[in-house]
């Protein structure tokens, strides 16, 4: 396994720099336009700030990191030659999986310590005094939305270990459609009686646990989307 | 399916003898091509060329061995042991002694030389770094920190063949090693492979369009076309036994009416003014027909009877 | 030790081999107890099969003109004077070969073979 992260890592090393500015970009536009609704003061801005470079700056990265990786795999035979080395099938599905794990936290700590420095400046600049986002509030934004990035990318790797990038990447967007189209499905009222009784149940927990349940059901996820795909993997020829 | 190819049949070939890898009537089907129950061996301490055309099924059998590609039926024994019965561990323990150089240079394109190297010294416990560096010196690979996409292609292949040797392989597959290189480069290529070969532990299967390399190279030839293996033999048998003669058209249809040979169906090539004929025994040939013309065989004469010749 | 091989050549490979060796252990070129390089070392020098070295030190071996101990690598033999006729009793064997060959493609029968050699004879009785 350890060469296999040697070449993940040698991959998403080289393309951090491409990454960067789209990333910085995108958490600018996502800060400004939601500046409207955010209340005059420097708590309010300094979290803000933060939120924004935490939420989109983990869906974004992770999924650049995502399709660094899987983008490689195809480039000039190299999933082929790879499994020519003496690893195993289980190996090569649990390496990436550790990968996107270890990236993603990785990601977790930069968005982080960009998002608090620039809350901090910001609301010096913008009122005069320094704020940093309180830290309940910064476990229950970070834990929701790795839980999120977690259940996709649960939902979406085993696609691309069926049938590699170039024909999985139009189904990166199917679990959001699904989502949209769950209201139009029959027997909508079963489901919307569960989810009515889950959100019962769920809203008598205070956020903090529930986020930490969401955590936990994410990396359950993960874990068993990392099965399913070992048994997808095993049976593909190149 | 396009024409049924005949077996030429010079001797056990390569089933002979202990084998490091022997393949037992792999089958392996695509849309469009098939690999029809191939059975060769890679004696131990030998030299096997494997030839064929483009999409004669070299490729496909190649990622076969190596797990790549998964085999519709047939059997693969590795160091004696049948793959099949082995564990997913128990199978990657023992391909760390095979080593598989591919005919492009697939690893990440920003790894650097020095990477590559270190990718393998992970992958396979036995690489020995001293070795590469000895190899790379050997044959003038000094840019560790050059990435893989500014590689020439002499420079990648040297890569690959320096880190293949270095894991200290029982079995080597090279999958066209020297195509699109300088002669020069062809020639240390080769070299190091021959000298790698020396101690009698080391064994190779490669495949090649260079027919030149197999002949200085190898010592068993094995001709696959249309998915089937049509010639498997000691290489030597081709230029010292076989022949190619030239006749005029009375003297062909003399020679097909006496035909004496039982190993192979006559194969043979119409030339402007001549029929060219394959010939397994140039001296049994000699004697029978000593008014016709006989030359030596080579492993490209052999190719164009097999995949452009007539049967007869 | 110096040996060419010859893709022009009607003998086989490993022939030539075996008789170059042969005549430099007949000449003294090559002494008794000298090591010969490895079967696979051959090969590599000269660019050819390992099975067709094998073959020529198959041949040298069974002739006794080189042994091979195991583990060890292959040395000249010694004891060269039999194996001296009987190199040139294989010369002249080939000789009488092309001189038969020779007289069917040129019409010559066999008795008038017979005088022609009866008479090669005498001449050198004389």
Redesign the interface.
Known sequence: M??LL??DW??I???IKGYVLPALAIMAIAGLTGLDAVEPNALAISSHVHSVAVSTGIIMLSLFGFFGFFG?DE????E??R?????????VVRSRYVALLAWMGVVLIAVNLLGAVAGIVIALVRYGQPAIMPASELLMANGAILAFALLYVAIVTPVFFKMGITKARMYVSLPFLACMLLPLLPGKEAIQAFAHGMSESVGAMGPLPLVALALVAGLACYAASALVSERIYA???? | MTNVTYRIDLGAGTNEGPSVLRIRKLSKSYRDFSLQDVSMAVPE???VGLVGRNGAGKTTLM?CV?????PDAGSIELFGQDVATLS??Q??????R???V?A????????TTR?VA???Q???PRFDQQEFERLCAAMGLDAPHRTVSELSRGMGMKLQLACALATNAGLL?LDEPTAGLDPIVRDELLDIL??W????THSVLISSHITSDLE?????LVMIDDGQVVLDC???II??VMGVANLRSEELRHVLDTWPFEQMRPRVLRHDLSWALLVPDRTVFQQAYPDCACD?ATIDDVMSFVVKGELR | MEIVVS?ASDQ???EQIASQIRAQVLAGQLTEGQQLP?I??L??QL??????TK?AYQELETQGFIHTVPGKGCFVAGDNLELLREERLRMVEASLAKAVADARTAGITADELREMLDLQLEDENQ
């Open positions: 350890k060469a040697y070449s040698c991959v090393k080289s393309s490689n480039r000039e035979g190299w082929g030659v499994l020519s080395l003496p690893v195993t099938r289980r190996t049976r593909r020829s190149f | 301490g030998m030299v990622k190596l797990g790549a590609t998964l997913d561990v199978l990657a323990r023992l391909r760390e095979v080593c598989y591919s492009t240079i697939s690893y990440p394109q920003a790894m990477d270190h990718l393998y992970l992958a396979y597959i021959r000298a070969m020396g101690p009698g200085h190279l190898a010592d068993y000691e290489r030597d230029s010292d030596r | 893709n086989p490979i490993y490895s696979r070392m090969a590599t660019r050819i099969s390992a099975i067709t073959r």
